[in-house]
């Protein structure tokens, strides 16, 4: 009976915080230009980099991004690399603290 009573509560509480732990997310779109979005940010500011074949990153740019934007930087498709990361340090849609990561290989164009 117990377990009947405290599981739905145990349950609300877990989805509080996976929605508190993953409340950013970042997507690239690779084509003739990098294109990186995000949902449920706030002010802050985008790296890009490039990852090569032995895990040596290199910065592609660095952009500032208001609250509510959707597109967070638009650059150049680099050359080579075997992963593109995209990394957010700013403030969620709420205007705490929050650092988002997306990565991707840069072959999917």
Request: cysteine-free; aromatic content about 2%.
């Amino acid at each position: 009976e117990q377990v009947t009573v405290i599981l739905p509560e145990v349950a609300a509480y877990e989805a509080g915080l996976l929605d508190f732990l993953l409340r950013g997310e970042l997507t690239i779109a690779v084509g003739p230009q990098l294109i990186v979005t995000g949902t449920g940010l706030g002010a802050g500011t985008i790296e890009v980099l490039v990852e090569d074949e032995l895990g040596v990153r290199k910065s592609l740019g660095t952009a500032q991004t208001a609250a509510g934007a959707t597109e967070l930087a638009r650059m150049a498709t680099p050359a080579a690399g075997t992963r593109i990361v995209a990394v957010f340090r700013g403030a969620d849609a709420n205007g705490e603290a929050i650092v988002a990561v997306g990565a991707m290989p840069p072959t999917a164009r």
